[in-house]
């Protein structure tokens, strides 16, 4: 099992930044196990959407609406990725997810959530 624990949400004014991290911790295997870490986010009255992908090789994957504004980074030796998020706009405001998936053991983790909130 593997457990995602979220940390670096808040309140920022329109055009400043945030860095998100997300720490995996479990057994060694089912953490080696993992093949893609993201982030995925959910506004108000909305579906849940994709905003970044990082695979084990480093390559990464973003939504269009976060292209050029968010980073995707991930450290392997602590076992934690995190998002850089500058030029924050209103509507990223949403609930920010971790997601680890592993194909290998066909499982899809979650964090539980982080608020991030840009006001105007």
């Known amino acids: 099992q593997v457990q995602l624990v979220e940390s670096g949400g808040g309140l920022v004014q329109a055009g400043g930044s945030l860095r998100l991290s997300c720490a995996a911790s479990?057994?060694?295997?089912?953490?080696?196990?993992?093949?893609?870490m993201g982030w995925y986010r959910r506004a108000p009255g909305k579906q849940r959407e994709l905003v970044a992908t990082?695979?084990?090789?480093?390559?990464?994957n973003y939504a269009d609406s976060v292209k050029g504004r968010f980073t995707i980074s991930r450290d392997n030796a602590k076992n934690t990725v995190y998002l850089q998020m500058d030029s924050l706009k209103p509507e990223d405001t949403a609930v920010y997810y971790c997601?680890?998936?592993?194909?290998?053991?066909?499982?899809?983790?979650w964090g539980q959530g982080t608020q991030v909130t840009v006001s105007s």
């Open positions: 990082i695979v084990s090789g480093g390559s990464t």
């Open positions: 479990g057994s060694i295997f089912s953490i080696n196990a993992i093949n893609v």
């Open positions: 997601n680890a998936l592993s194909r290998l053991l066909s499982t899809n983790y």
